[in-house]
């Protein structure tokens, strides 16, 4: 984060501030670990958060996208924007219905866009995103084009300053509670791969690569 102080007012959690982290490593793992980021900016007075696919270059957070996206072309100019990303690990199950929660981690980013120009720095972006996808996807399958690559904008956000917020414990019942006859405890949550499924069209011929089955197993 371009800046040896990153944490202010604008990032700093106030609800329950325990659970912040500003660290680089913590936020990058969160981010990381993210395909989706809801993208928030404003125009014409008018608040909007978007999902879209995110990938991460060193401390810079890339957005890519159509060349006529109202969003892409809005970001470009170098407004603001913020940016968060979420994974839910857990339902916390307790005894009252006041104490049920949540177990997550969670990270928000603010920076401002920059539009990629360079051809070269634009495909090397390009293969980050597919390689971020898929690792070994970007040498199996077709590079684009020069007609692809004019539709096709990217945005590099440096990234100003961001935290973290987790929660990771378990049932926080209150202590006259706890002898109520109602089961409590956590529930974990898990995004795994299920089976590939070739496209109709694709020849029997061709195989499954093994970087697919990797994950479909």
């Known amino acids: 984060m371009h800046t040896p102080n990153p944490k202010s007012k604008k990032n700093t959690v106030v609800r329950l501030p325990e659970r912040g982290h500003y660290d680089r490593e913590t936020i990058y793992q969160i981010v990381d670990e993210a395909l989706i980021g ?12 978007i999902p879209t696919l995110i990938a991460r270059d060193g401390d810079n957070l890339l957005l890519h996208g159509s060349s006529a996206s109202r969003m892409m072309r809005h970001i470009a100019t170098g407004e ?3 940016i ?9 199950l307790a005894r009252s219905a006041f104490h049920h929660s949540v177990n997550y981690r969670s990270a928000m980013l603010f920076g401002k866009g920059d539009k990629i120009e360079d051809l070269e720095e634009k495909m090397r972006l390009t293969a980050l995103f ?18 692809e690559l004019k ?11 961001a935290s973290a917020k987790i929660r990771n414990a378990g049932v926080k019942d209150d202590q006259e509670d706890l002898d109520l006859p109602y089961w409590a405890g956590i529930l974990p949550l898990q995004t795994v791969y299920g089976p590939p499924i070739k496209d109709e069209a694709l020849p029997d011929h061709i195989p499954v690569p093994d970087y697919v089955l990797s994950y479909g197993r």
């Open 38 to 49: 809801h993208v928030g900016f404003v125009i014409d007075g008018q608040p909007m958060v």
């Open 80 to 82: 603001p924007v913020c």
């Open 84 to 92: 968060t990303v979420t994974h839910t690990d857990a339902l916390v």
């Open 130 to 147: 597919m390689e971020r996808l898929i690792p070994q996807r970007w040498d199996d399958s077709r590079i684009p084009n020069e007609k």
């Open 151 to 161: 539709a096709t904008m990217i945005v590099r956000i440096a990234i100003e300053q």
